[in-house]
C-alpha cells in the first residue's frame, strides 16, 4: 500500500502550481471506499480551509448532499469534495466543479478505475425505469477510459501518486503572479449601460460559458445605474444572487440569500412577469436560454429596454436552440440590436485544467457542425448504446444535436441516453454526419395487479409517463399492461428543417416498434407550431395539463397514435378531450393563446348542425345583433365545426377565440387590444364574424 505521506509531499507543490497559475485541477484518489474516505479526511485536515464536501452520508465529516442542483450553484469554496461513491450524478458532479476557487483542488472519490465499470454505482437506478434494471453501465465505462486520458492528479490505492503536467498555457517559470483580464467584462458593462440610457428597441445579447462573469457584470452595472428601476428576470431566484452579490458590494449594502430586491434591482419570474408586466426602465433576463423562445418573444414585445444574458455551456436546463433561433429573430427584426460575447475567464485563468476535464467527460462542449449536404442521400438507422461509447465523435453528435432543439437540456441526460433502460435511439445521416436523432422510452407491460393500482393513482412507477398518463384518462389498466413507445426527444439539425425530415425519421420509429408496441406518443410542452408537427404526422391530442409550468409557462400536452389497427382508445380519448375542451376554454384555459387553441381545434372531429341552428344563424347576421345575442349559438356552431376557424386571420381568430370560446369580456378584449370605445371593438367583433362565414359558407347555409 502506498505510503501516504507521500501523498501528502506531493501536494504542497501542486497547490502551489496552481494558486501561481490561477488554475484548478482535478485530484483523484480510487480504491476501497474505506481506504478513500480515510485519504479524503485526512486531506481535508491538512488544507484547514474552505471545503465542501458533497456525500450522502455520515462517513465524511461535515458533508451534504442537497436534493437540487441549484442548492450547490451560486457558492465559492477554496476545494471541494465529491464522493463517488454515493453514486456519479453528473448534474451534481459539474455544478461542484463550477464552485471551485482559482488555486483549487476538485477531489472526487471513486473505487480503482479497473473495477469501476462493475462497481455498483448506488446512481444508476436514478436512471432506470422500473421494472428495468440492469448492473451494467455504459456511463460510467466511458467514465473510466476517458478519465485515464487526462492529464490530472491521481493517488491510488494500490500504484500511488501520479503528478498532474504542468497546464501548456501556464506561466509558472515567471516570477510574477497571472493578472485576470477584465477589459471583456467592463466593455460588458458599458454595453449594458448604453442600453439603459440610449434609445429604445436596441436589445443586447450577453453570451458566456461558466466563470466569465456575465451575470457578474449585471450586478456592477445595476450599481452604475442608481437612478434607472431595474428588474432582473430568470427562471429562479439563485440564477441571480451572484448579480444581486455584486451590486450590495459596490454599494456597501447588506444581502441576505433569500432577498429578492435590493436598492433599484427587483427579481421578478417569467410567467409573473408576463402576467402583471411590472413597469421598469430596464429588463434583465438572466440565464434566458432556460426560458423557451415563444417565452422570451413576448418579454421581448412587452419591454423596449432588455439586457439578455445566458451561459452557452452550462450545468442548467438551456439549449443551444437558444442561441440559433432567438439571436435570429433579433438580428432579423432589431437592426441595431448589439451582441457581447464573454470569452476570457474571470473566475480563474485561461485554459482552466479542471473545466476542460469536465467538459470532456461530460460531453459539454459537444458543438454541432452545419452541413450542406442534399438530403436525396439520407439514412436512417437504430444505433445501440453500446455503440455510442466506442464512438465518442458519434456520441458527441447526438449530444450536441438533443441540446440543440431542446431548450431543458441538463448535464444527466448524457447518463439517461448511455444507462437508460428500455430505450431507443434512432437516427438520420448525411454522408457520416447525423442530422436527425430520435429518442425513444418503451413504457407499460405491466401486470394486471401493478396496472390496477396505476389507474386508481396508488402507484407511479418511473419511467412509464406515457403510459401511466393514458391508463389513468381511459380508466383502463389494459391499457399499461401492453407496450408503449414514447418519444422522449426528437431533433433535426437547423438547415434541414421545414423539409420534411422530422415526419421521416417519425416514421422510420414508427416501422422499428410497431411489433412490440400497441401505440406510440410524446409529451412535451405545447405551443401551435410544435402541435402542428406532430399532427402533421398523424398523432392525436388527448391531454393539456391544467396547470402551465412555471419555467416555461406551457401547458404539458399528450398526443399518441395507433400502432394496429385497432384504434379504439385512441378515437375515444381524443372524443374525450374534444367534449371536455369545450368547457375548460372557458375555465382552466382561458387565456391559452388563441393561436394554440385554433391549431387544437383545427383537427377534432367534427359533429352535425341542424338546419334550423343554420337559420337561426342567418337571421341574426341580418340583423343588428350583439354579442350578447350571437354567443350562444356561435359557441355551438364552431364546436359542431371546430376546424372553421383555421381559415381566418389571425386577428379574427383572436377575436372569436377570446370573446365567443374563452368568454372573455368585450371590455377585457378592448383593454388587451388597446382600443377606445365600445363602438371600436363591436365592429371588430362583428367583421370578424362575418369573416368566418363567408369562409365557411357552403357549410353554414
Same mark, same amino acid.
Given at each position: 500500500?502506498?505510503?501516504?505521506?507521500? /501523498?501528502? =509531499?506531493? #501536494? &504542497?507543490? *501542486?497547490?502551489? !502550481? %496552481?494558486?501561481? $497559475?490561477?488554475?484548478? @485541477?482535478?485530484?483523484?484518489?480510487?480504491?476501497?471506499?474505506?481506504?478513500?474516505?480515510?485519504?479524503?479526511?485526512?486531506?481535508?485536515?491538512?488544507?484547514?480551509?474552505?471545503?465542501?464536501?458533497?456525500?450522502?452520508?455520515?462517513?465524511?465529516?461535515?458533508?451534504?448532499?442537497?436534493?437540487?442542483?441549484?442548492?450547490?450553484?451560486?457558492?465559492?469554496?477554496?476545494?471541494?469534495?465529491?464522493?463517488?461513491?454515493?453514486?456519479?450524478?453528473?448534474?451534481?458532479?459539474?455544478?461542484?466543479?463550477?464552485?471551485?476557487?482559482?488555486?483549487?483542488?476538485?477531489?472526487?472519490?471513486?473505487?480503482?478505475?479497473?473495477?469501476?465499470?462493475?462497481?455498483?454505482?448506488?446512481?444508476?437506478?436514478?436512471?432506470?425505469?422500473?421494472?428495468?434494471?440492469?448492473?451494467?453501465?455504459? /456511463?460510467? =465505462?466511458? #467514465? &473510466?477510459? *476517458?478519465?485515464? !486520458? %487526462?492529464?490530472? $492528479?491521481?493517488?491510488? @490505492?494500490?500504484?500511488?501518486?501520479?503528478?498532474?503536467?504542468?497546464?501548456?498555457?501556464?506561466?509558472?517559470?515567471?516570477?510574477?503572479?497571472?493578472?485576470?483580464?477584465?477589459?471583456?467584462?467592463?466593455?460588458?458593462?458599458?454595453?449594458?449601460?448604453?442600453?439603459?440610457?440610449?434609445?429604445?428597441?436596441?436589445?443586447?445579447?450577453?453570451?458566456?460559458?461558466?466563470?466569465?462573469?456575465?451575470?457578474?457584470?449585471?450586478?456592477?452595472?445595476?450599481?452604475?445605474?442608481?437612478?434607472?428601476?431595474?428588474?432582473?428576470?430568470?427562471?429562479?431566484?439563485?440564477?441571480?444572487?451572484?448579480?444581486?452579490?455584486?451590486?450590495?458590494?459596490?454599494?456597501?449594502?447588506?444581502?441576505?440569500?433569500?432577498?429578492?430586491?435590493?436598492?433599484?434591482?427587483?427579481?421578478?419570474?417569467?410567467?409573473?412577469?408576463?402576467?402583471?408586466?411590472?413597469?421598469?426602465?430596464?429588463?434583465?433576463?438572466?440565464?434566458?436560454?432556460?426560458?423557451?423562445?415563444?417565452?422570451?418573444?413576448?418579454?421581448?414585445?412587452?419591454?423596449?429596454?432588455?439586457?439578455?444574458?445566458?451561459?452557452?455551456?452550462?450545468?442548467?436546463?438551456?439549449?443551444?436552440?437558444?442561441?440559433?433561433?432567438?439571436?435570429?429573430?433579433?438580428?432579423?427584426?432589431?437592426?441595431?440590436?448589439?451582441?457581447?460575447?464573454?470569452?476570457?475567464?474571470?473566475?480563474?485563468?485561461?485554459?482552466?485544467?479542471?473545466?476542460?476535464?469536465?467538459?470532456?467527460?461530460?460531453?459539454?462542449?459537444?458543438?454541432?457542425?452545419?452541413?450542406?449536404?442534399?438530403?436525396?442521400?439520407?439514412?436512417?438507422?437504430?444505433?445501440?448504446?453500446?455503440?455510442?461509447?466506442?464512438?465518442?465523435?458519434?456520441?458527441?453528435?447526438?449530444?450536441?444535436?438533443?441540446?440543440?432543439?431542446?431548450?431543458?437540456?441538463?448535464?444527466?441526460?448524457?447518463?439517461?441516453?448511455?444507462?437508460?433502460?428500455?430505450?431507443?435511439?434512432?437516427?438520420?445521416?448525411?454522408?457520416?454526419?447525423?442530422?436527425?436523432?430520435?429518442?425513444?422510452?418503451?413504457?407499460?407491460?405491466?401486470?394486471?395487479?401493478?396496472?390496477?393500482?396505476?389507474?386508481?393513482?396508488?402507484?407511479?412507477?418511473?419511467?412509464?409517463?406515457?403510459?401511466?398518463?393514458?391508463?389513468?384518462?381511459?380508466?383502463?389498466?389494459?391499457?399499461?399492461?401492453?407496450?408503449?413507445?414514447?418519444?422522449?426527444?426528437?431533433?433535426?439539425?437547423?438547415?434541414?428543417?421545414?423539409?420534411?425530415?422530422?415526419?421521416?425519421?417519425?416514421?422510420?420509429?414508427?416501422?422499428?416498434?410497431?411489433?412490440?408496441?400497441?401505440?406510440?406518443?410524446?409529451?412535451?410542452?405545447?405551443?401551435?407550431?410544435?402541435?402542428?408537427?406532430?399532427?402533421?404526422?398523424?398523432?392525436?391530442?388527448?391531454?393539456?395539463?391544467?396547470?402551465?409550468?412555471?419555467?416555461?409557462?406551457?401547458?404539458?400536452?399528450?398526443?399518441?397514435?395507433?400502432?394496429?389497427?385497432?384504434?379504439?382508445?385512441?378515437?375515444?380519448?381524443?372524443?374525450?378531450?374534444?367534449?371536455?375542451?369545450?368547457?375548460?376554454?372557458?375555465?382552466?384555459?382561458?387565456?391559452?393563446?388563441?393561436?394554440?387553441?385554433?391549431?387544437?381545434?383545427?383537427?377534432?372531429?367534427?359533429?352535425?348542425?341542424?338546419?334550423?341552428?343554420?337559420?337561426?344563424?342567418?337571421?341574426?347576421?341580418?340583423?343588428?345583433?350583439?354579442?350578447?345575442?350571437?354567443?350562444?349559438?356561435?359557441?355551438?356552431?364552431?364546436?359542431?365545426?371546430?376546424?372553421?376557424?383555421?381559415?381566418?386571420?389571425?386577428?379574427?381568430?383572436?377575436?372569436?377565440?377570446?370573446?365567443?370560446?374563452?368568454?372573455?369580456?368585450?371590455?377585457?378584449?378592448?383593454?388587451?387590444?388597446?382600443?377606445?370605445?365600445?363602438?371600436?371593438?363591436?365592429?371588430?367583433?362583428?367583421?370578424?364574424?362575418?369573416?368566418?362565414?363567408?369562409?365557411?359558407?357552403?357549410?353554414?347555409?
Amino acid at each position: 500500500m502506498p505510503d501516504s505521506k507521500l /501523498f501528502k =509531499q506531493h #501536494l &504542497a507543490p *501542486l497547490l502551489a !502550481q %496552481l494558486q501561481l $497559475a490561477k488554475h484548478r @485541477q482535478l485530484l483523484l484518489i480510487t480504491g476501497e471506499k474505506s481506504w478513500c474516505y480515510k485519504e479524503s479526511q485526512a486531506l481535508t485536515n491538512q488544507l484547514t480551509t474552505n471545503i465542501y464536501i458533497l456525500a450522502n452520508g455520515e462517513q465524511l465529516s461535515n458533508s451534504q448532499w442537497p436534493e437540487h442542483t441549484h442548492q450547490i450553484l451560486g457558492q465559492e469554496f477554496d476545494h471541494v469534495v465529491y464522493d463517488g461513491f454515493s453514486g456519479i450524478y453528473p448534474d451534481k458532479f459539474a455544478a461542484l466543479s463550477g464552485t471551485v476557487r482559482a488555486g483549487g483542488l476538485m477531489v472526487v472519490l471513486l473505487p480503482s478505475l479497473c473495477d469501476l465499470t462493475q462497481w455498483h454505482d448506488p446512481a444508476l437506478s436514478k436512471f432506470q425505469s422500473h421494472g428495468h434494471y440492469q448492473t451494467l453501465s455504459y /456511463f460510467n =465505462q466511458r #467514465l &473510466a477510459v *476517458l478519465i485515464s !486520458q %487526462l492529464d490530472i $492528479a491521481h493517488f491510488d @490505492q494500490h500504484t500511488g501518486w501520479q503528478s498532474a503536467p504542468v497546464a501548456k498555457h501556464t506561466a509558472i517559470d515567471k516570477p510574477a503572479i497571472i493578472e485576470l483580464d477584465l477589459t471583456e467584462q467592463q466593455h460588458c458593462i458599458e454595453q449594458i449601460i448604453k442600453t439603459a440610457n440610449g434609445r429604445a428597441n436596441r436589445p443586447l445579447l450577453i453570451s458566456a460559458d461558466r466563470g466569465r462573469g456575465k451575470s457578474a457584470a449585471l450586478g456592477f452595472a445595476a450599481a452604475e445605474l442608481t437612478d434607472k428601476n431595474i428588474i432582473i428576470c430568470a427562471t429562479q431566484p439563485r440564477a441571480v444572487q451572484t448579480s444581486f452579490k455584486h451590486l450590495a458590494s459596490q454599494l456597501n449594502l447588506p444581502l441576505n440569500k433569500a432577498q429578492k430586491k435590493l436598492a433599484n434591482l427587483s427579481y421578478v419570474a417569467p410567467d409573473v412577469l408576463l402576467d402583471t408586466l411590472p413597469k421598469c426602465d430596464i429588463l434583465f433576463v438572466d440565464e434566458a436560454a432556460a426560458i423557451p423562445v415563444p417565452i422570451l418573444l413576448k418579454i421581448l414585445a412587452s419591454y423596449p429596454r432588455i439586457v439578455f444574458a445566458s451561459t452557452i455551456i452550462g450545468y442548467e436546463g438551456n439549449g443551444r436552440g437558444y442561441t440559433l433561433r432567438f439571436k435570429r429573430h433579433l438580428q432579423q427584426h432589431y437592426k441595431n440590436m448589439r451582441s457581447v460575447t464573454l470569452e476570457q475567464p474571470i473566475r480563474f485563468a485561461k485554459y482552466d485544467p479542471l473545466e476542460q476535464h469536465i467538459r470532456t467527460l461530460l460531453a459539454l462542449d459537444s458543438s454541432y457542425q452545419a452541413t450542406n449536404f442534399a438530403i436525396t442521400t439520407v439514412t436512417h438507422h437504430k444505433i445501440s448504446q453500446q455503440q455510442l461509447i466506442d464512438d465518442e465523435a458519434q456520441l458527441r453528435q447526438v449530444i450536441a444535436l438533443l441540446a440543440l432543439a431542446h431548450y431543458q437540456t441538463t448535464v444527466n441526460d448524457l447518463r439517461q441516453i448511455l444507462d437508460g433502460t428500455k430505450q431507443k435511439l434512432f437516427i438520420s445521416k448525411v454522408n457520416e454526419q447525423i442530422i436527425g436523432v430520435c429518442l425513444v422510452a418503451i413504457e407499460g407491460g405491466f401486470d394486471a395487479a401493478l396496472a390496477e393500482q396505476i389507474v386508481e393513482k396508488k402507484r407511479r412507477p418511473q419511467g412509464h409517463l406515457l403510459a401511466q398518463t393514458l391508463a389513468q384518462i381511459s380508466f383502463d389498466s389494459s391499457v399499461i399492461q401492453q407496450s408503449t413507445a414514447r418519444i422522449v426527444r426528437i431533433a433535426v439539425a437547423p438547415e434541414y428543417h421545414n423539409q420534411g425530415l422530422g415526419q421521416q425519421l417519425l416514421s422510420f420509429v414508427e416501422q422499428q416498434v410497431k411489433a412490440t408496441c400497441a401505440w406510440i406518443g410524446a409529451s412535451f410542452g405545447v405551443n401551435s407550431p410544435l402541435l402542428a408537427f406532430w399532427q402533421k404526422s398523424l398523432f392525436n391530442l388527448v391531454k393539456i395539463g391544467y396547470k402551465a409550468d412555471k419555467t416555461t409557462a406551457e401547458h404539458a400536452a399528450l398526443v399518441i397514435k395507433p400502432l394496429t389497427i385497432n384504434s379504439e382508445l385512441v378515437n375515444r380519448l381524443e372524443l374525450q378531450f374534444s367534449q371536455h375542451f369545450s368547457l375548460q376554454l372557458l375555465t382552466h384555459f382561458s387565456h391559452l393563446e388563441p393561436t394554440l387553441v385554433s391549431t387544437v381545434m383545427s383537427k377534432l372531429p367534427h359533429t352535425s348542425l341542424s338546419q334550423n341552428d343554420k337559420n337561426h344563424l342567418k337571421q341574426l347576421l341580418s340583423s343588428n345583433y350583439t354579442l350578447f345575442d350571437i354567443q350562444p349559438l356561435l359557441w355551438r356552431i364552431i364546436w359542431c365545426y371546430p376546424d372553421s376557424l383555421k381559415n381566418c386571420s389571425d386577428d379574427f381568430q383572436w377575436l372569436l377565440i377570446r370573446l365567443t370560446l374563452q368568454g372573455w369580456s368585450l371590455e377585457e378584449a378592448k383593454n388587451t387590444l388597446n382600443l377606445t370605445g365600445k363602438n371600436s371593438i363591436n365592429q371588430l367583433f362583428k367583421q370578424a364574424v362575418n369573416d368566418w362565414y363567408k369562409k365557411n359558407y357552403f357549410r353554414l347555409c
